[in-house]
């Protein structure tokens, strides 16, 4: 993880009276207290005291030096002495007086060493840790290895904290330096080279000095010999530091029991007191810690503080999404997790080369993508989430390298790759039972999500590229790069193209325009495939994505769902494509030297929006509906969005599980319309909801004509935000329907608030609401103030016969209502007999007459109407009171 006060500004002077050394905990304490923005998530009361949680740190003994550069995964904890920060500078074996500890802390990527790097110099700050020491010295080895003028330690120390610029402690001068404990991050950064005949020996502090050669006499004990030094490392520059120069070696090993995992889950989930009281928050906790305890593949990457952060930043996503919040996506997570954890990280040449610049260091990210990303890629062509050694040497490893692709790739798999692939828990979910027979140690993705997103990035960046598309990419830069010398260019292009195919001055004028129609054909086929994999028929039995994310992360509790696919789906890759070429992330990724150009981005989206137009044509089940608006959400194009949403007239997510997130999606594409844009229909039948998500929802609903909401958990308070969408100037209902809401006579009354100012609506379901006498009495009564209804449904709730006599009189005497329905009702069987007869108009002449359905019965005869009231009964049988319905049945039976 990032740690921001690496790279320390110069402070400000400061008045002589002030004591230096609390002015400059003063400036730590502000400085390491500032959180990267990608934290700014979790809420504002999140600060870096809740969210510390300390890995695990042990102490490797010297015999133990083979063991230095094995995985974290593989690392055998419980034979080693584990440590506080604290115990890092308590006096070694071979330590002898007069001299400082030079401790290694040393883990990779993922772990925890910037989490542990904020903490010591707080705790420092605040005098609860280190209190030995009397000056702590923080440098970034990053920031150091870009000085190029030759600088003093007195005043590199006074270039980066200027009121430590001449501080006695730092003088060399008797044994003060015992009191100050300097701290090098990222020491892999620095190129050290320990030859006397590079870094000549000083012991002075004042001697002007390249940086390297400080930090190294400063290691050897000629310079300061009685300072401490903390070098935080990556596991791959272990070595690089001689033996004879480390007192202490400590390796950070993450979190390595649940317990660990779970008290990061608390502080991050449950970090202010409002949250603390929030028994959805609670409910998660315990859904983790209850995975974790299984030892799952979740746990295996939770080993690593960096997945705990992303499990955590998804579950907020998921869970705790707020109209008031900022944009937050999922494809945004990942892409701030990996900036998080790889901003400015660099594979470079190997330590105590001559080659010092930026300019011979390669894009540790990029270099992720060419080879964890191509693996992704094959694994999602093929539909496969685990991989065998043989395929891991194949694709990451590749063809014979140079000696220095090899040191490169050396590094990357010490330090990175186990950050992606862990070794899979053989569970039997993905794995097949002939790998089982032949015991083959496979590798999954840390997590399943994280495949599809490297997947994703890989082909957005173009590294799918056929041979002739790399080739004309060549030769096209290296026409650029000649000019107009005839001569060198007939040079340049031997090298691609035997000249005796071609002529040479029609090839001149082809390439560009080959090259050009190759970059958009490229595009177009990615936009193809994103299209392709969000409506594969194969899928259209999963779960929407957001679902299937979830529960990656949280398990599948009681039965396992139904799979009408053995196949592994991957529907977030093609999403996961739309987001990465949104602008935020483009502007992360390029802090990370994935560069996604602007052309790009316009060739993709002009061809995509072409083929979504054409599938939305088709009708699409609710879970792909719902993994379209994430596709869109993701993309946060809102001149796309309303170009695809023109083409669909009605949105049916029934039987979707709706969440705050679903809803807040759901609102953000639909807002994206303009306001003439109206769905036919929208329903939200069977989706979950409750009064926060109906008020979420409050944009999306104005768009519909027929608007169904039922079967859901909408309750009293919930009629307060139907008054105000009935109210609305631009809301178009036409249809409401409400059915089995536990609404009762107080929220519906609120409800009817809104019918004096609505003329839009026709169609009114109140049906299993709750409605009793005095509910039905006043709805009677406002009636006469809405003259556009036309259908009234009321069946099933607690009317009884005077309440229903006098509902239907107001209907009779409404000039549009022509139906009302009764059935299920408390009414007796001298009431719907009454009713049938109030149905006839009062005025002789009037030819208008009011449909009541009251029951299958009519008398001793079956009621003409009892067909539609059966289809009512049979699409509702299995959510209605069993004894209540076998009632109706039985009623029926008899009368034949």
């Given amino acids: 993880m990032e740690v921001p006060c690496c790279h320390c500004t110069t402070f400000s002077t400061i008045p002589s009276n002030q004591d230096p050394i609390e002015i400059h905990k003063r400036k730590l304490l502000m400085w390491f207290n500032h959180l990267p923005k990608e934290e700014e998530q979790f809420g504002c009361l999140f600060s870096s005291e809740t969210m510390h949680v300390a890995p695990l740190i042990i102490e490797r003994r010297d015999e133990e030096r083979a063991g230095l550069l094995q995985s974290p995964f593989q690392t055998q904890i419980s034979s080693s002495h584990s440590l506080t920060e604290e115990q890092l500078f308590e006096p070694t074996n071979t330590w002898s007086e007069g001299r400082g500890l030079n401790v290694l802390l040393y883990g990779a990527v993922g772990t925890g060493k910037a989490t542990i790097v904020r903490k010591l110099v707080l705790d420092w700050c605040k005098g609860t840790t280190m209190t030995r020491f009397k000056l702590l010295v923080p440098f970034s080895c990053e920031d150091l290895n870009q000085l190029s003028k030759v600088v003093s330690l007195r005043d590199l120390v006074g270039r980066k904290y200027l009121h430590l610029k001449k501080h006695p402690l730092l003088n060399g001068e008797r044994d003060q330096a015992k009191d100050v404990l300097f701290l090098f991050n990222g020491m892999e950064k620095m190129q050290l080279d320990f030859r006397i005949g590079s870094s000549e020996l000083c012991s002075d502090p004042n001697e002007p000095l390249p940086s390297h050669v400080i930090i190294v006499n400063l290691l050897r004990k000629y310079l300061l010999p009685e300072a401490s030094i903390l070098m935080v490392t990556r596991l791959s520059a272990v070595e690089y530091i001689p033996q004879k120069y480390v007192s202490r070696y400590a390796q950070i090993c993450g979190f390595s029991d649940p317990d660990r995992q779970r008290a990061y889950f608390t502080s991050r989930l449950l970090q202010s007191e409002e949250a603390a009281h929030n028994k959805e928050a609670q409910t998660l906790i315990e859904l983790l810690y209850l995975n974790l305890q299984s030892e799952s593949q979740l746990a295996a990457a939770c080993f690593l503080p960096s997945y705990c952060w992303l499990t955590c930043a998804t579950l ?136 599809e997103y490297l997947a994703a990035l890989y082909v957005v960046l173009g590294e799918n590229k056929s041979a002739l598309e790399k080739l004309t990419s060549q030769m096209s830069v290296a026409i650029g790069q000649a000019s107009e010398d005839v001569s060198a260019l007939v040079n340049i292009l031997s090298k691609f193209v035997p000249l005796r195919l071609f002529a040479i001055f029609n090839l001149l004028k082809l390439v560009p325009k080959l090259y050009e129609k190759m970059r958009s054909r490229n595009k177009g086929k990615i936009a193809r495939t994103m299209a392709a994999e969000m409506f594969r028929t194969e899928d259209s039995y999963n779960e929407d994505v957001l679902d299937q994310v979830e529960q990656s992360l949280l398990g599948v509790h009681g039965p396992q769902p139904q799979k009408y696919d053995g196949s592994q789906p991957f529907e977030l890759y093609p999403i996961f494509m739309g987001g990465l070429l949104q602008y935020s992330n483009r502007v992360l990724l390029k802090q990370l030297d994935c560069n996604i150009q602007s052309t790009t981005v316009v060739q993709i989206t002009r061809a995509l929006r072409k083929y979504l137009v054409r599938e939305l044509s088709k009708p699409q089940p609710p879970e792909e509906l719902m993994d379209l608006l994430v596709l869109l959400y993701e993309f946060q194009n809102p001149r796309l969005t309303e170009e695809v949403l023109s083409s669909i007239k009605s949105i049916r997510l029934t039987n979707i599980r709706m969440t705050s997130l679903k809803c807040f999606i759901l609102s953000s594409v639909l807002s994206c319309t303009s306001s003439s844009y109206h769905l036919k229909e929208l329903d939200l039948s069977s989706c979950f909801l409750t009064c926060n998500m109906l008020e979420m929802l409050g944009p999306a609903l104005r768009h519909s004509h027929i608007l169904n909401l039922q079967f859901n958990n909408l309750g009293p308070d919930s009629c307060i935000l139907l008054r105000d969408l009935l109210l609305d100037p631009k809301t178009c ?12 006579d107080s929220g519906i ?44 449904n009321v069946a099933y709730n607690i009317i009884s016969d005077k309440a229903a006599a006098t509902l239907v009189d107001a209907c009779r005497e409404h000039p549009s209502i022509h139906t ?75 009368n034949y």
């Fill in 316 to 451: 907020h996503l998921l869970h705790f999404t707020s109209a008031q919040a900022p944009i937050r996506t999922l494809t945004g997570i990942y892409t701030s997790f990996f900036r998080l954890n790889f901003g400015g990280e660099v594979l470079g040449t190997k330590t105590g080369t001559s080659v010092s610049t930026q300019d011979n260091h390669s894009s540790l990210m990029m270099y992720v993508v060419r080879t964890v990303g191509k693996l992704a890629f094959d694994g999602v062509m093929n539909k496969r989430t685990s991989f065998s050694d043989k395929e891991l040497e194949q694709w990451i490893g590749g063809k014979m390298k140079t000696d220095e692709e090899l040191h490169q790739l050396a590094m990357f798999q010490t330090d990175v790759l186990d950050f992606f692939l862990a070794p899979c828990v053989k569970s039997g979910k993905h794995l097949s039972k002939e790998l089982f027979e032949n015991d083959d140690k496979q590798y999954v993705f840390a997590v399943p999500a994280m495949q």
């Fill in 733 to 744: 209902l036409s249809s409401l329907q409400l059915c089995d809401n536990p609404l009762l």
């Fill in 749 to 792: 009354s609120i409800m009817l608030d809104a019918l004096p100012e609505n003329q839009s609506l026709v169609y009114l379901s109140l049906m299993h609401t709750g409605l009793g006498d005095i509910g039905a009495l006043e709805l009677a009564e406002r009636l006469q103030q809405h003259t556009g209804l036309q259908e009234l």
């Fill in 820 to 894: 009302v329905h009764l059935y299920f009702n408390p009414i007796t069987d001298e009431g719907k007999q009454s009713l049938y007869g109030r149905g006839v108009p009062i005025n002789e002449g009037s030819n208008r007459r009011v449909k009541v359905l009251a029951s299958v019965t009519e008398g001793s005869d079956i009621s003409e109407d009892w067909h539609p009231i059966l289809k009512v009964i049979q699409e509702n049988a299995s959510s209605w009171d069993r004894k209540r319905v076998k009632q109706q049945l039985k009623v029926q039976t008899h």
